[in-house]
């Protein structure tokens, strides 16, 4: 099976899904099996190079056209459809929040939050009109829609009439990054920082 999942978000300066979707991608490869991944973006300034490497996938950066030129062309015209750009793949996940317009192929979409949709007057305006005018469509046409708790599950049933069925909560993972550290490690770290830190410490 050929499986696209598309980085955008990964692209330039990381928030939270942006590095989401790195690590998502990561997993992806490792866990790939005879699937074939493709990881796709628009990188019209070339911001891409920062990319990982992710040996084991293909990495399809468009340099030809600008993404927020294909972004304004799908929110004004509804065209063209995500496979003109990415090609043909069995799967394709959009794991911010969105789907752009896709033809007759298998999609995935994460919905994060609704926060945009419950606290509307904490969201920047250009992201709050973006989100709201695309996300009923979304869920409308995803085939399958990932949230990170059973919480923001009931959001979508409550919020925009999400059929149980269609959602799948899928936890975050934790990075291997993040663990616990030896004493010697954490006064090694200390030292480093000329501050003494004492157990138990939370930052």
Same mark, same amino acid.
């Given at each position: 099976m050929?499986?696209?999942?598309?980085?955008q978000?990964?692209?330039?300066?990381?928030?939270?899904?942006?590095r989401?979707?790195?690590k998502?991608?990561e997993?992806?490869?490792? $866990?790939?099996?005879?699937?074939?991944?493709i990881?796709?973006?628009f990188?019209?300034l070339?911001?891409g190079s920062?990319l990982?490497l992710?040996?084991g996938?293909?990495?399809?950066?468009i340099?030809?056209?600008?993404?927020r030129v294909?972004?304004l062309c799908?929110?004004?015209? $509804?065209?063209?459809?995500?496979?003109?750009f990415a090609g $043909?793949a069995?799967?394709?996940?959009?794991? $911010?929040?969105i789907?752009?317009p896709?033809k007759?192929r298998?999609?995935i979409?994460?919905i994060?939050?609704l926060s945009f949709?419950r606290y509307?007057?904490?969201?920047?305006?250009?992201?709050l009109?973006?989100?709201?005018?695309?996300?009923h469509?979304?869920?409308t046409?995803?085939?399958?829609?990932?949230?990170?708790?059973?919480y923001i599950?009931e959001e979508?049933?409550?919020?925009?009439?999400?059929p149980?069925d269609?959602?799948?909560?899928?936890?975050p993972?934790i990075?291997?990054?993040f663990k616990?550290?030896s004493p010697d490690?954490i006064?090694?770290?200390?030292?480093?920082g000329?501050?003494?830190i004492d157990?138990?410490?939370?930052?």
């Open positions: 050929k499986v696209c999942l598309d980085i978000s990964a692209v330039g300066k990381r928030t939270g899904v942006g989401y979707t790195i998502l991608a997993s992806l490869i490792a $866990n790939k099996g005879e699937d074939s991944i990881l796709f973006a990188d019209f070339g911001r920062h990982p992710f040996q996938a293909t990495k399809k950066l340099r030809w056209c600008p993404g294909a972004r799908w929110k004004t015209f $509804n065209y063209p459809s995500f496979n003109v $043909n069995d799967v394709y996940h959009f794991p $911010n929040f789907l752009p896709l007759k298998k999609s979409v994460t994060h939050d949709l509307p007057q904490f969201t920047e305006r250009k992201n009109t973006y989100l709201t005018s695309r996300i469509d979304t869920v046409r995803a085939d399958l829609i990932i949230t990170d708790s059973n599950g979508l049933q409550e919020y925009l009439k999400v149980p269609r959602i799948v909560v899928i936890y993972g990075s291997e990054e616990h550290l490690e006064s090694a770290m200390s030292e480093r000329h501050r003494k157990c138990p410490y939370l930052l």
